[in-house]
């Protein structure tokens, strides 16, 4: 799978997951969308939003309720692209919200991997692949990165590093659209630093690509270890979105 085959998917994803055109993305104006239920959406996207901005880096794609139209219109044309996505820009969104008893909640940077790049690096354990059955034990907290007990009917493929008979690494990804995959990643606290992690992102997304899907990666920005282990991994910035939910909603992240 070439690069640019690997965009035009993440594109056909991202106008599913915003009810727009793919082609929305890569022009040089912002777009304004009554955000809609998609049965191919992303399956953990609780759509319809009231207010969620997507940015490839030219434009924004805004996908937003009939009272947030006017609200969002403005502020993303009020200011460039990339300001949108940072303070003290978000701090002006989010007063705007308040009256509508909503917060900015959700802020991440998500990549594609490199085509040209990928390649398996290198781990000083023993590295396999993992099906269902075999990475059923390690729905725990210790690995709750790379596999999700709410959604594990999505979990299909996994790889995991082990010490002997010890797991000290483990990516998983999920089936959360039809075409493409997303990887998640936790390592041992004592085993970090050792390229396990990379090793194992690598080998799970040349597997994705194998199996004819996208693997892509998520991150806040502020993560700087997991965005590191991104580009280490041969994965480049794709897209960033940020969303906002219900204050009642981002209270009860905050306890």
Not at 13 to 42: G, H, T, Y
Not at 129 to 152: G, H, I, M, S
Not at 187 to 202: C, F, N, Q
């Amino acid at each position: 799978m070439t690069n640019e085959e690997i965009l035009q998917i993440a594109l056909q994803q991202s106008a599913c997951d915003c009810n727009c055109n793919p082609e929305d993305f890569l022009s040089n104006r912002n777009k304004v969308v009554i955000s809609r239920k998609s049965e191919k959406a992303r399956a953990y996207l609780p759509l319809p939003f009231e207010c969620d901005l997507v940015s490839y880096g030219n434009n924004i794609i805004a996908q937003v309720s009939p009272r947030m139209r006017e609200l969002v219109e403005w502020y993303i044309n009020k200011y460039d692209v990339e300001h949108c996505f940072e303070s003290p820009n978000v701090i002006s969104l989010n007063e705007k919200l308040a009256p509508f008893d909503y917060k900015v909640c959700f802020m991440a940077e998500y990549f594609l991997p490199d085509a040209d790049l990928l390649r398996e690096r290198p781990c000083a354990y023993d590295v396999k692949v993992l099906r269902p059955a075999q990475f059923e034990p390690y729905y725990t907290d210790q690995w709750k990165n790379a596999l999700c007990e709410k959604r594990k009917h999505l979990d299909v493929l996994a790889v995991g590093a082990f010490d002997k008979d010890t797991l000290v690494g483990l990516a998983g990804c999920s089936t959360d659209c039809e075409s493409m995959y997303q990887i998640g990643i936790d390592v041992l606290p004592e085993y970090r630093k050792k390229g396990i992690a990379s090793a194992i992102t690598i080998r799970l997304a040349i597997e994705i690509l194998k199996a004819g899907k996208v693997p892509f990666y998520c991150a806040a920005w502020s993560n700087i270890k997991s965005v590191r282990n991104a580009i280490k991994s041969g994965f480049r910035p794709a897209w960033v979105e940020l969303t906002a939910r219900s204050s009642a909603f981002v209270d009860e992240k905050n306890k």
